[in-house]
């Protein structure tokens, strides 16, 4: 008796070959001692194969995976944004700070008439830092659907003020093929007290890097609002990253912004404490 695995829509399958001398052994009780533990084993390997499956497929992991990949423990990132519009387009450079999902600060360091501005991320809550006028501001939910500096992308986009983890509800609905990255396709619905702008996400994960490759934002009345793409996977501070992340508005032709990473570092050693008030203002 042999017994082989084969994969179906992506779940092990466990077939059995009976010879038919193995079938009359196993109608032998004298050989049933022989063949039980065959039997057995190949039964516990099936279930192992079966678990580790789910848990690869389990859109909650999924998600986590991504975030760990995209975020790490502590990083810290420089950045450039292009904001494309029919006559003219804009470009910012800025350096952000991050520890985990609760803590982030992002600085921006040009143009002139910008450089200065800050916006501080303490679990859920935010600050802005507007150094025009020398004042920080502590950012209600409802500003967290606002462009973020003009751009296509929201406050919530660039700050992550919520995550795709802990406030949304998810469903696997798919794998599929697109820009030559086999996917998962999760669909993502905010939970109640989520503050969150989009009523639904789908979400396609890449299966070999787990990483995004593509969102859709969906509005309340369930029309596309957005797609953001993530491109050009390269290796950054040790770990593979989307380089470049495209945000298109469905509704407005013309319009994109687009935000290259330029630099990476997963090493930075940072605290709780790093991630103040006093440093929102003063960080260089």
Known sequence: MTFNFHFFNNKPQVFYHLSPSSFSAITNHSHMKVILPICLTGLFIFTIFSRLSAQSEDPREILR???????GDAAYTELSMITERPRYKREISMKSWSLGDDFSLILVTGPARDKGTAFLKRGKEIWNYMPGIDRTVKMPPSMMSQAWMGSDFTNDDLVRGTSTVDDYTHKLLRTEKIDDHDCFVLELIPKPDAPIVYDKVIYWVSKV????????????????????????????????????????????????????????????NLNESWFSLQNLTNVK
């Open 209 to 268: 890097y787990f990483l995004p490759v593509k969102v859709e934002n969906f509005d309340e009345f369930g029309e596309l609002a957005s797609v953001l793409y993530f491109r050009d996977i390269k290796n950054m501070g040790g770990r593979n990253i989307p380089a470049i992340m495209e945000m298109v508005p469905a509704t407005r032709s013309g319009h994109k912004t687009i935000i290259t990473t330029n630099k990476a570092d997963y090493k930075i």
């Open 65 to 71: 995976k991504v975030e760990d990949n995209m975020r």
